[in-house]
């Protein structure tokens, strides 16, 4: 799975993301990309793929499924965390 075209959204400036996302489909020609977020960052997460499929790809990109879901892990106090995941799947039209 290291060839899929995933975007990790994070802490870096949010155009960052919708450039990859961009990138993704116009280099790399990429029949599908997926946003993927976790925690505080999933409400990012979605304004990347409305920025990217309705601004810079409208009527090219559009959103084909989204996920939802938790991860459950221990924190830096050895305590169990759960926290929220999404992925967005851009498809091209």
């Keep these: ?6 975007i990790f959204v994070g802490g870096k400036p ?5 450039t990859g996302v961009v990138m ?10 997926i ?3 976790r925690g505080k960052f999933i409400s990012r997460a979605v ?3 409305e920025v990217a ?4 790809l409208n ?5 084909n499924n989204i996920k939802i879901d938790s991860e459950e892990f221990q ?16 498809g091209k039209l």
């Design 1 to 6: 799975m290291a060839d899929d075209n995933s």
């Design 14 to 18: 949010f155009m960052n993301y919708v």
């Design 24 to 33: 993704q489909f116009t280099t790399k020609n990429a029949p599908e990309v």
């Design 35 to 37: 946003v993927k977020a």
């Design 47 to 49: 304004d990347v793929a």
């Design 53 to 56: 499929s309705k601004r810079f």
């Design 59 to 63: 009527g090219q990109v559009a959103i």
């Design 75 to 90: 924190n830096k106090e050895g305590r169990d965390v759960r926290v929220s995941t999404i992925e967005i799947a851009l």
